[in-house]
């Protein structure tokens, strides 16, 4: 039988992640680029009766582990039995999430299946039947193409929200083959799982962002941004001033030693635009940079550069998108 | 006790990123050298550690000569001695075979706990951790934004997209650091700290004093292999919206342009 690409899916609180659906869709471009079939490999708690639904995406057979004991993500016991899936599918080619559990995921099953691995990828190319993968390096102040050595298997990971989605096609599903689970000993387990409900969205995924830095000069005064990030729609993010402040959680840090993130549209006050926080967000399509020091580096980024006093500014922005908003519903 | 910290060393993250004439490497003149920073943290989370169950904390690295400043560093933090694997060109021979003499350094140590970075802020792989700990055999905990220990078991804290998840396991375990400066607030290298870094024992290793053989140790055993590299595309400079106009004035033509060019609201 010809080698198929196979398509890790991460499942998580009863569906599969929207990454899962961008890294089908990769896949399924890459199987046709190389005349194959698209398999996948899923795992987790219930996964079984969601499995045909990859289908919609282009996968033809998923193999399928489910078990109440693979409910939250943990590496030692998830490694092996999705390491056994991927066996089953006999792949050319393996693609996954570079989402938080599947950079981990993706380390353990390089060592494990001794396969080359390049994570985070946001662009794979199949050329002369041959796959090189983009990633970038230095926190995207740089991007390097990677190629395999003859005979072996690529392992990417994907980064989401970088590679497009297909439109599902509701009328087709996926063959599901489930697997009996043999669960190894483990050491180590999950204590708790606590998933956010309040749909607030995260940085990760924002397609919109308003970033705080030491500007805003005191925890409070984010409410101006709370407000913004309101009538958008968005995520708030942070500079590591403010984050080492105290003013915002360490999980808002945006930038080399924070979150890399890529939305539609970054607006960021009072950030004087740093090498390492540029580095985190440079890839956004919009800038917008309100500060009040015409000289600051983060105006060299900027789309749209508002040099004013952010506690002047803000609130009059605010009130101008809401007037903007209402006129058109 | 015994933690081991794998430790990279990384240039500083103000480094400006330039590519070389091969086209598939990066210029380092004039980098300046420091720890990897998520390295940092997780030699603070070590240092901790052990001064509330005492023991010995130790850094493992490799790569060329200079690393040992790093290594240095980290003694001048706190750490008590060091292994350093004297091969100028292991990383050349592929992820795996690094991960696999790690592991085998490591398994020569006989440690309660391995810690390492979630990731390297220069080549940005993040994998190391958790493929050291499959040739281990060990399990592994990922991306702690906070550790605890009794002694016998490790729990940390990591975020997950919209979500915080609480992972335990017993020793030995290697566990990966996340977070930021915020949350481990690495210390300084003190002075006496310096001073007496300079006399605790640093171990030079070969591949060969790890039962390994050099020959299986080439290049050539890369799985992956940079093609070239590229910078992301200059973005074009923006403007700056005044053209005298007011405050008001400012934020409806911000409005205006958000919607009307950049069509992002
Ligand atoms: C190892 C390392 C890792 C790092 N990682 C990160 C990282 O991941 N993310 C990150 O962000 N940084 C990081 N940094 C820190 C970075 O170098 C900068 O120190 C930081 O980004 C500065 O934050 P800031 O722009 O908020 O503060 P500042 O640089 O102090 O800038 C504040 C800006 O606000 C403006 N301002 C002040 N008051 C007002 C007002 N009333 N109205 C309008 N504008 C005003 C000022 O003109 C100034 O430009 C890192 C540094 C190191 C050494
Ligand atoms: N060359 C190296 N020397 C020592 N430790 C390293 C090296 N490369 C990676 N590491 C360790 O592995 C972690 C993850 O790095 P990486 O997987 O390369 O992004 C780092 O934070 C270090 O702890």
Same mark, same amino acid.
């Given at each position: #039988?010809?080698?198929?690409?196979?398509?890790?899916?991460?499942?998580?609180?009863?569906?599969?992640?929207?990454?899962?659906?961008?890294?089908?869709?990769?896949?399924?471009?890459?199987?046709?680029?190389?005349?194959?079939?698209?398999?996948?490999?899923?795992?987790?708690?219930?996964?079984?009766?969601?499995?045909?639904?990859?289908?919609?995406?282009?996968?033809?057979?998923?193999?399928?582990?489910?078990?109440?004991?693979?409910?939250?993500?943990?590496?030692? $016991?998830? $490694?092996?039995?999705?390491?056994?899936?991927?066996?089953?599918?006999?792949?050319?080619?393996?693609? #996954?999430?570079?989402?938080?559990?599947?950079?981990?995921?993706?380390?353990?099953?390089?060592?494990? @299946?001794?396969?080359?691995?390049?994570?985070?990828?946001?662009?794979?190319?199949?050329?002369?039947?041959?796959?090189?993968?983009?990633?970038?390096?230095?926190?995207?102040?740089?991007?390097?193409?990677?190629?395999?050595?003859?005979?072996?298997?690529?392992?990417?990971?994907?980064?989401?929200?970088?590679?497009?989605?297909?439109?599902?096609?509701?009328?087709?599903?996926?063959?599901?083959?489930?697997?009996?689970? $043999?669960?190894?000993?483990?050491?180590?387990?999950?204590?708790? @799982?606590?998933?956010?409900?309040?749909?607030?969205?995260?940085?990760?995924?924002?397609?919109?962002?308003?970033?705080?830095?030491?500007?805003?000069?005191?925890?409070?005064?984010?409410?101006?941004?709370?407000?913004?990030?309101?009538? @958008?729609?968005?995520?708030?993010?942070?500079?590591?001033?403010?984050?080492?402040?105290?003013?915002?959680?360490?999980?808002?840090?945006?930038?080399?030693?924070?979150?890399?993130?890529?939305?539609?549209?970054?607006?960021?006050?009072?950030?004087?635009?740093?090498?390492?926080?540029?580095?985190?967000?440079?890839?956004?399509?919009?800038?917008?940079?309100?500060?009040?020091?015409?000289?600051?580096?983060?105006? $060299?980024?900027?789309?749209?550069?508002?040099?004013?006093?952010?506690?002047?500014? #803000?609130?009059?922005?605010?009130?101008?998108?809401?007037?903007?908003?209402?006129?058109?519903? | 006790?015994?933690?081991?910290?794998?430790?990279?060393?990384?240039?500083?993250?103000?480094?400006?990123?330039?590519?070389?004439? *091969?086209?598939?490497?990066?210029?380092?003149?004039?980098?300046?050298?420091?720890?990897?920073?998520?390295?940092?943290?997780?030699?603070?989370?070590?240092?901790?550690?052990?001064?509330?169950?005492?023991?010995?904390?130790?850094?493992?690295?490799?790569?060329?000569?200079?690393?040992?400043?790093?290594?240095?560093? =980290?003694?001048?933090?706190?750490?008590?001695?060091?292994?350093?694997? *004297?091969?100028?060109?292991?990383?050349?021979?592929?992820?795996?075979?690094?991960?696999?003499?790690? =592991?085998?350094?490591?398994?020569?140590?006989?440690?309660?706990?391995?810690?390492?970075?979630?990731?390297?802020?220069?080549?940005?792989?993040?994998?190391?951790?958790?493929?050291? =700990?499959?040739?281990?055999?060990?399990?592994?905990?990922?991306?702690?934004?906070?550790?605890?220990?009794?002694?016998? +078991?490790?729990?940390?804290?990591?975020?997950?997209?919209?979500?915080?998840? +609480?992972? %335990?396991?017993?020793?030995?375990?290697?566990? +990966?650091?996340?977070?930021?400066?915020?949350?481990?607030?690495?210390?300084?290298?003190?002075?006496?700290?310096?001073?007496?870094?300079?006399?605790?024992?640093?171990?030079?290793?070969?591949?060969?004093?790890?039962?390994?053989?050099?020959? %299986?140790?080439?290049?050539?055993?890369?799985?992956?292999?940079?093609?070239?590299?590229?910078?992301?595309?200059?973005?074009?400079?923006?403007?700056?919206? *005044?053209?005298?106009?007011?405050?008001?004035?400012?934020?409806?033509?911000?409005?205006?342009?958000?919607?009307?060019?950049?069509?992002?609201?």
């Amino acid at each position: #039988m010809s080698k198929c690409v196979c398509v890790i899916a991460e499942y998580r609180g009863g569906n599969f992640r929207r990454v899962t659906h961008e890294v089908a869709s990769e896949g399924r471009r890459i199987a046709d680029a190389l005349g194959v079939p698209l398999q996948a490999v899923a795992v987790g708690s219930g996964v079984a009766e969601k499995a045909a639904e990859l289908g919609r995406y282009g996968v033809e057979k998923v193999f399928v582990a489910d078990d109440p004991a693979l409910e939250g993500y943990i590496a030692e $016991t998830h $490694t092996p039995i999705v390491a056994d899936l991927v066996q089953k599918c006999d792949p050319a080619v393996v693609i #996954m999430p570079a989402s938080v559990d599947g950079k981990d995921l993706g380390a353990r099953l390089s060592a494990r @299946l001794l396969a080359g691995l390049v994570q985070d990828s946001t662009e794979i190319v199949v050329e002369n039947g041959k796959i090189k993968a983009k990633k970038p390096i230095y926190a995207g102040k740089c991007y390097c193409w990677n190629e395999w050595a003859d005979g072996e298997m690529p392992l990417i990971s994907c980064r989401p929200n970088v590679m497009g989605c297909l439109a599902p096609d509701e009328s087709k599903s996926a063959q599901v083959d489930k697997v009996e689970v $043999t669960l190894p000993e483990a050491r180590s387990s999950v204590k708790s @799982l606590e998933l956010d409900t309040s749909g607030r969205v995260g940085l990760s995924g924002a397609e919109t962002i308003v970033s705080g830095g030491r500007g805003l000069k005191e925890a409070g005064n984010f409410s101006l941004l709370e407000d913004l990030a309101q009538v @958008l729609d968005a995520a708030v993010g942070a500079s590591r001033a403010a984050v080492d402040s105290g003013w915002r959680p360490h999980a808002d840090q945006v930038g080399q030693t924070g979150k890399v993130v890529n939305p539609n549209l970054y607006i960021a006050v009072g950030i004087s635009g740093a090498i390492q926080h540029l580095a985190g967000m440079g890839s956004s399509k919009y800038i917008v940079a309100v500060n009040k020091d015409a000289d600051a580096p983060i105006f $060299t980024k900027a789309d749209y550069g508002i040099v004013e006093d952010l506690f002047q500014f #803000m609130p009059v922005f605010v009130e101008e998108l809401k007037k903007y908003k209402s006129s058109c519903s | 006790m015994n933690i081991v910290v794998i430790l990279k060393q990384t240039p500083d993250t103000e480094s400006v990123i330039r590519i070389a004439g *091969d086209g598939k490497s990066v210029v380092t003149d004039g980098f300046k050298w420091v720890i990897n920073p998520y390295d940092e943290f997780a030699v603070e989370a070590a240092l901790k550690i052990k001064e509330k169950h005492g023991g010995k904390v130790t850094i493992l690295s490799y790569g060329p000569q200079r690393v040992v400043e790093a290594v240095r560093t =980290a003694l001048a933090m706190g750490a008590d001695d060091a292994v350093f694997i *004297d091969e100028e060109h292991l990383e050349s021979c592929g992820r795996i075979k690094v991960a696999q003499a790690v =592991a085998a350094a490591i398994k020569e140590m006989s440690p309660d706990l391995v810690f390492c970075g979630s990731r390297a802020v220069d080549m940005d792989m993040a994998q190391r951790g958790p493929m050291v =700990a499959e040739f281990l055999g060990w399990p592994h905990l990922a991306l702690a934004t906070s550790i605890e220990c009794d002694g016998k +078991t490790v729990s940390i804290q990591r975020s997950l997209e919209g979500g915080k998840v +609480t992972q %335990e396991s017993t020793l030995p375990v290697l566990v +990966t650091f996340g977070g930021s400066h915020a949350v481990w607030n690495p210390r300084y290298a003190s002075l006496p700290g310096i001073m007496k870094a300079k006399k605790k024992p640093l171990q030079n290793k070969k591949l060969a004093d790890l039962g390994l053989d050099a020959a %299986e140790f080439t290049p050539e055993k890369a799985k992956v292999r940079v093609v070239s590299l590229e910078l992301p595309p200059e973005r074009k400079p923006g403007k700056i919206i *005044d053209g005298g106009l007011d405050t008001e004035g400012k934020a409806r033509e911000l409005v205006r342009l958000l919607h009307e060019e950049a069509k992002v609201i």
